[in-house]
């Protein structure tokens, strides 16, 4: 082989071992577009994250007891990560078992090597772990801003069309009838539209869902309705254009089974009398 081809050789021989190496970085597994690592826990070195999602408002059921869940809404986040290969389901458990301790969260339940779940103040954590892949799920617990609310015009629309209509945006203190900041927009619109249609008059009418004892809700749905009914009186709503009344649980409108069906159940209506 003469000299002068020594060169070409040794620089087709650098570019082959590039294009190889190039090829080798393509072959190697990637995050899901648009996922990444939480900021509360690191994943397990050497995992690919499959897939994620992440939400301004959810709710989960973190496993509390064997066959036992606590309900969460908030803010939402979820990934399913594939570990890395060799890597077994009791390596995956031990490691986010210590992890979560050593930050400060409380471990609420643990079924060894399958599922954890811990807490920390106002954010809750799950580990679904299957040793070659695990879900983890992070829930910070706060309220929903509502951020869709009736008017005074689809009040009327409604009351005219079925004589009842179901509001969702007066909220309470847990427990009590202390209306909440929140709700006075939605109060508000019902005030406008006692003044733009004068011969009105209204049942006001609480309902609960099914927790707690049944006694207990029939008195808190009247004290609401009864503190709704003060507050429109207190302006300028005429008393003698409204009466309260409270039905606790006894009036269910979806499955008090669910999150979901006993938030619809939890209502205030306005029913128009004749």
């Known amino acids: 082989m003469t000299k002068s081809l020594l060169p070409a050789l040794s620089l087709f021989a650098i570019l082959l071992f590039a294009l190889n190496v190039f090829a080798q970085d393509d072959d190697k597994p990637t995050d899901a577009e648009g996922c990444k690592d939480s900021l509360v826990i690191t994943r397990m070195p050497g995992s690919i994250i499959h897939g994620c999602e992440n939400k301004e408002y959810e709710q989960a059921d973190m496993q509390n007891g064997p066959d036992t869940t606590k309900h969460v809404e908030g803010e939402y986040h979820y990934w399913d990560y594939g570990t890395r290969e060799g890597v077994s ?44 892949f695990y879900y983890q799920t992070i829930v910070t617990v706060k309220q929903m801003t509502q951020e869709v609310t009736a008017d005074a015009s689809s009040i009327a629309d409604e009351l005219n069309k079925s004589g009842h209509i179901a509001l969702y945006g007066i909220h309470f203190d847990t427990g009590k009838a202390t209306i909440l900041p929140d709700s006075e927009s939605l109060l508000n619109e019902i005030v406008k539209m006692m003044q733009q249609n004068p011969n009105v008059k209204l049942s006001v009418e609480g309902h609960t869902d099914n927790v707690g004892a049944a006694t207990a809700n029939q008195t808190l749905s009247e004290k609401r309705t009864q503190a709704v009914v003060s507050w429109l009186t207190g302006h300028d709503v005429a008393a003698v254009r409204l009466k309260s009344k409270g039905w606790g649980q006894t009036k269910p409108v979806a499955d008090n089974d669910t999150e979901e069906g006993r938030g619809k159940n939890r209502r205030v209506e306005l029913v128009k009398i004749q």
């Open 89 to 132: 389901e009791i390596q995956v458990f031990r490691n986010f078992e210590t992890a979560l301790k050593q930050a400060g969260f409380k471990i609420v339940y643990e079924q060894s090597p399958a599922i954890i779940t811990a807490n920390k103040g106002d954010t809750w954590y799950m580990l679904d772990n299957k040793g070659t």
